[in-house]
């Protein structure tokens, strides 16, 4: 009995060891920031575009990809998925920088959603329904519930977020937050509107493989050059 209440021990620390290890090592992704890393005055001269007529928020939100297009234009550009650029990154490549300004914290953005690339911080979804911020699609963010996106639970609807994507800023309003089932899939789906989704575990402190999504979406606002990040 006593030998397997050492090899006990010793396993139950070593767990403690390599789950420590993980959550040290995802957190490095993780930054806390500065007051002033969002500039004030882009982004109040960008919310107050959302106030102007119907015309003018239409042109800035869909002008994504840097085109002017007219909605006569967009609606007729074509669906098949085949059409849609792919992601130019290799797996594990960091892309972006994902920026809560209402918690302070800054997360790096790696290519993928597979374990290894998780281990290392926030992921982005390469699939045929999604795309890069810059594509003017679905781009959705995924995180380990217990480590990089453990704060995403104090998000609330009405919160910015931004994405700083190859040189741009795209900032986004969070309309929407939900929790669902695992096998929902209705979460990653082709968008026509320019959208970000936050995804992870849930429950947050659940012991085990969580059953749940915690799921937070937000559409796009502007884009620019919003963010303090040297």
Avoid at 121 to 136: L, N, R
Avoid at 198 to 222: K, M, N, W
């Amino acid at each position: 009995m006593r030998k397997i209440g050492i090899v006990l021990f010793v396993t139950g620390l070593a767990l403690v060891g390599w789950f420590g290890f993980q959550y040290w090592n995802g957190m490095q992704a993780v930054t806390k920031l500065d007051d002033d890393v969002v500039k004030q005055e882009n982004v109040q001269g960008t919310m107050s575009l959302t106030n102007d007529t119907d015309e003018t928020s239409n042109s800035d939100v869909n002008d994504v990809d840097g085109a002017e297009t007219s909605t006569e234009e967009q609606d007729n550009k074509p669906t098949n998925k085949t059409e849609k650029p792919s992601f130019d990154h290799q797996d594990g490549d960091e892309v972006a920088q994902l920026v809560m300004p209402s918690i302070d914290l800054s997360f790096g953005v790696f290519m993928g959603t597979s374990d290894d690339v998780l281990a290392q911080g926030v992921g982005m979804y390469d699939s045929e329904w999604t795309t890069a911020p810059d594509q003017g699609g679905h781009t959705v963010l995924s995180g380990h519930r217990d480590s990089v996106f453990q704060p995403v639970g104090e998000l609330v609807e009405g919160d910015s977020l931004f994405v700083n994507y190859q040189g741009e800023d795209y900032q986004y309003e969070i309309n929407k937050i939900w929790i669902t089932d695992e096998d929902d899939h209705s979460v990653i789906v082709e968008k026509d509107d320019p959208t970000l989704t936050l995804s992870t575990c849930y429950p947050f402190h659940f012991i085990g493989s969580a059953p749940d999504r915690y799921i937070v979406q937000a559409e796009l606002i502007q884009k620019g050059d919003f963010l303090n990040l040297d």
